[in-house]
């Protein structure tokens, strides 16, 4: 089991930034978290990609958001970051964590956060 949770989200002004954290919490057959990433949803909409992060640092962006938002990672605290630059109201929406695990016995595990509101309104 992993256990997701995120923080940083609120209300900013257009134009505003954020920093989002994930904290992963790894317990039971767990052996390792692989790929963390980002993703979110707004109202009536389907969910969609914004980043990911390998454990040795590789990233994927969807497009329309690379520039204003880097994803990061801190290995030794299982934690992931968005830092989220030039926020505009159409990123309003639900954040949430992602995050791929693997067991001892090399089972692959997808794992959710709860999300974390973000709504950039002036």
């Known amino acids: 089991q992993v256990h997701l949770v995120e923080s940083g989200g609120g209300l900013v002004q257009p134009g505003g930034s954020l920093r989002l954290s994930c904290a992963a919490a790894a317990s039971g057959n767990i052996q390792r978290i692989n790929t963390m990433g980002w993703y979110r949803q707004a109202p009536g909409k389907q969910r969609e990609l914004v980043a990911t992060?390998?454990?040795?640092?590789?990233?994927v962006y969807t497009s329309s958001m690379k520039g204003r938002f880097t994803i990061s990672r801190d290995n030794a605290k299982d934690t992931a970051y968005l830092q989220m630059n030039t926020l505009k109201p159409e990123d309003t929406a639900v954040y949430l964590c992602n995050a791929d695990a693997s067991s001892w016995d090399n089972i692959r595990y997808d794992f959710w956060g709860q999300g974390t509101q973000v709504t950039v309104s002036s």
């Open positions: 992060i390998t454990g040795g640092g590789s990233t």
